[in-house]
C-alpha cells in the first residue's frame, strides 16, 4: 500500500509540475492523483497498526461460515472515506494531519473536478501546495521520506525544483536536491523575500555550501 501511494504521488508531482502537448488535463489529473495518493499512504499508515485498522466496516461473522478473509472484505469490506481518515488516523497512530484545513478543502476540489467541473483557477497550483503543505510533511514524519523525491521526469530534481520555487512553494529538502542544486536555476518569486530566506535556510540545514547571494 505505501508503495502504490508513493507511485500515485510519483504521477501527482509530474502533472502538477510540467505540462503535456497531448493533454490539456495534466493539471486537474495532478489534483485527482494527489488527493489519491494522501487517501492511500494515510491508509498504508494506519494499516502499519493493523491492516483492519482501515475498514470502517467488516463482513458480519454471521454472513458467511468462512474464516475472514481478502476474498470477504473485497467482497463486503468498506473503508473509511477521504474526509473521515484525519480522525481515524489520529485514533490509531496519535498522527495529525499536516494543514487539516487544505486537506479538507483540497478533498471539496477533487471532489468538484472529479464530479462537476474545473474551478476557474491554477489548480495545478493547488496541487502543488497541498502535495507539500499536506504530503511532504506526513510521509516525513512517518517514513523519512520527502515528496521532491518521487517525480517521473528522467531528470527528477533541477526543473521539478524550479517549477515549485517559482510557485513560491515551501518544501523539504532532500539529499537529493542539494546533490543538484548547482544545476537548479533558482527564479525566486518576486517580492517575497521571506519565502527566499527560508528556503536558503533549509538548503543550507541539508547540507547546501552553494553561495546564494
Known amino acids: 500500500m505505501l508503495s502504490l501511494g508513493l507511485g500515485a504521488l510519483t504521477h501527482a508531482n509530474w502533472h502538477a509540475n510540467y505540462s503535456s502537448m497531448d493533454n490539456a488535463h495534466w493539471s486537474e489529473l495532478s489534483v485527482i492523483q494527489a488527493a489519491h495518493a494522501a487517501e492511500i499512504l494515510i491508509k498504508a499508515r494506519i494499516a502499519q497498526e493493523h ?57 471539496r476540489l477533487r471532489n468538484t473536478i472529479q464530479h462537476f467541473t474545473t474551478p476557474d483557477q491554477d489548480v495545478s497550483q493547488d496541487a502543488i501546495e497541498f502535495i507539500y503543505g499536506v504530503i511532504d510533511p506526513f510521509i516525513q514524519e512517518c517514513w523519512e521520506l520527502f515528496a521532491v523525491d518521487f517525480n517521473e521526469d528522467h531528470e527528477p530534481y ?17 539529499p537529493g536536491v542539494v546533490e543538484n542544486l548547482e544545476h537548479t536555476e533558482l527564479a525566486w518569486p518576486k517580492d517575497n523575500k521571506k519565502y527566499k530566506l527560508e528556503m536558503i535556510k533549509r538548503f543550507k540545514a541539508a547540507g547546501s555550501t552553494l553561495d546564494f547571494e
Open 158 to 174: 533541477v526543473y521539478l525544483v524550479e517549477n515549485i520555487i517559482s510557485h513560491g512553494v515551501r518544501f523539504l529538502v532532500s
Open 51 to 107: 491492516p483492519l485498522l482501515i475498514f470502517e466496516t467488516v463482513p458480519k461473522s454471521n454472513d458467511s461460515k468462512k474464516l475472514l478473509g481478502l476474498d470477504l472484505l473485497i467482497e463486503g469490506g468498506r473503508t473509511f472515506q477521504y474526509s473521515d481518515l484525519p480522525t481515524r488516523l489520529w485514533a490509531t497512530t496519535g498522527i495529525k494531519i499536516p494543514n487539516l484545513k487544505l486537506y479538507l478543502s483540497f478533498g
